[in-house]
């Protein structure tokens, strides 16, 4: 983040908390810091409870915000939104970043049920049940914010990460018509689409995988800092139904979404065949 921080441009309506999912590292931590430096006290949610106490100690140092933290495994959704309700229902929040999310690599008839069913339980079931339950709390707040983390991948011929894409495919409609269904009821819903970004789950890909996304051509491989996204889907929140930032992909995206599917097959296996192992390319 540079220069002074901006305010959120509707504080009245977004309350005094913001809620982050998957806060301990990646978008949701450069999430938490966006909205603390903006003023927001912040929930913090994620897997594991060390990151996420040192990540709230930062953030109460660096910009005087109160936090809270969350640890909890949210493949396991229903019990989520349980804890989640015990644990903040005295707090006044008023918006809900749905971040957390997993990813799954491999041929789907060469992979295992196991890690897709916790990849869909979060990706998906614990998305859904968290946009549900703030979505009620907002409607009764008179007001909110709800903002879906898709991926471009939704859009994208993502080779071996068919149900990974498909998830967030999911997330892309979801968000798209809740924007519609809470209009009405002062509860904004934007959708964010990230592009590649420079996280640890893009990290392990070339580490394990043995990619180089920088040899994608169009610049599709080139890694986009966290902090520039959140800032700029913060800046879209009650603005637009969805955001693909930065600017240059966004119009990117507008065009992939308007190809035939064999036009984007085409392209996808060209681009991924540069910058992705033989073995993991759909050649």
Request: proline share 6%; net charge positive.
């Amino acid at each position: 983040m540079t220069g002074a921080p901006k305010p959120l441009t509707q504080p009245e309506k977004y309350g005094s908390w913001a809620l982050v999912t998957g806060a301990s590292r990646g978008i949701g931590k450069c999430f938490a810091e966006t909205l603390a430096a903006r003023g927001q006290n912040i929930v913090l949610v994620a897997r594991n409870q060390a990151l996420l106490a040192q990540t709230a100690a930062e953030l109460s140092d660096t910009y005087g915000v109160e936090t809270l933290i969350l640890p909890a495994d949210l493949a396991q959704a229903a019990a989520f939104i349980e804890t989640l309700e015990a644990a903040t229902a005295a707090l006044d929040i008023g918006l809900c970043i749905a971040n957390a999310a997993v990813s799954h690599f491999g041929q789907l008839h060469k992979s295992a049920a196991a890690p897709i069913v916790d990849m869909l339980n979060i990706n998906v079931l614990s998305l859904t049940l968290l946009c549900q339950y703030f979505a009620k709390r907002f409607v009764r707040r008179g007001g909110g914010g709800i903002m879906p983390v898709s991926s471009n991948g939704a859009y994208c011929m993502l080779p071996n990460e068919a149900a990974y894409a498909a998830s967030k495919a999911y997330v892309a409609h979801f968000g798209e018509i809740l924007h519609f269904e809470l209009k009405s009821r002062n509860v904004d819903v934007t959708t964010l689409f990230p592009p590649l970004v420079d996280t640890d789950m893009i990290t392990a890909h070339e580490t394990n995988l043995e990619w180089d996304f920088e040899k994608m051509p169009f610049g599709f491989g080139k890694k986009i800092p966290p902090g520039i996204i959140a800032e700029a889907a913060l800046d879209a929140l009650g603005r637009r139904v969805r955001i693909h930032p930065p600017a240059s992909i966004g119009r990117f995206m507008w065009l992939i979404r308007r190809l035939p599917d064999g036009a984007r097959y085409r392209m996808f296996d060209y681009m991924f065949a540069k910058g992705v192992s033989p073995a993991n390319a759909w050649r």
